[in-house]
């Protein structure tokens, strides 16, 4: 049971940031993919919103923004307790009929791919939050020099 845990929380903590570093992600098998569209297409719009706002907590506590953001210590953990209740319910409840049959084939492992679509689902939703990708471009195009670039196009 414990190496169950372990996996389920590996699978979930890190299948977004191996995903991230690595040029091409690890393959999913067919059971994994099943697996992956079923918990996108359960996951509820209060599912997402929760999820959404783990992501966030999860990189603003990054050390690289150390001093830029803050992230309240009792609201992360409120935070990991709803991910790990809907990864629970989205994974054993909701999506058994395909996590029942990958977890016997693969094992632990096999968690990864629920991960990644939590993961990619949250990811989704807070850049496509109104504003967001408006903010980042408008943020920092006001403060570049056009003749910097003018130099690019010509002879």
Known sequence: MKALLIGLGLGLAFASAAQAQSAAPAPISEGGQK?????GAKATPEDRAALTKWVGAEIASSALLAGVVTVDADKRVALDKDTARIFTRLVVSDCA????PLFKAEGGTAFRAAGAAISRLAVRELISSPGVNQGIVRSYLA???QADFAKLIQP
């Open 35 to 39: 697996l992956a569209e079923c918990v």
């Open 143 to 145: 403060n570049l020099n």
């Open 97 to 100: 009929e395909f996590s029942k």
